[in-house]
């Protein structure tokens, strides 16, 4: 299943969503696996982005209805990378 990195940066709304009720980070990524995505591993950072989570869908249609519906909240900015395996990376070439 293809890989997507998604970076987030928060909104003042969204930080104080998550200031609230902290478990909101969770209930999220449920919230993704509903929507055809699974959220394979998240990390908080520190920097230009809160968040950095690695996400499997299906086709990179399903990953654009996540990145919509997740950006049209409004707690959120999103920017999507494809992931490419760095061994078929290297096959490619």
């Not at 980070?25 to 055809?36: A, F, K």
């Not at 707690?75 to 078929?88: A, C, K, M, N, V």
């Amino acid at each position: 299943m293809p890989t997507f990195i998604m970076l987030s940066t928060l909104t003042p709304e969204g930080v104080q969503t998550v200031k609230n009720n902290p478990q909101r980070i969770r209930e999220v990524n449920s919230e993704v696996e509903q929507l055809g995505a699974t959220v394979k591993a998240q990390w908080a950072v520190l920097g230009r982005f809160d968040f950095v989570s690695i996400v499997e869908a299906p086709d990179e249609s399903t990953m654009a209805r996540v990145s919509l519906e997740l950006g049209s909240r409004g707690t959120g900015r999103f920017e999507t990378l494809s992931g490419i395996p760095i061994d078929d990376f290297i096959a490619s070439l």
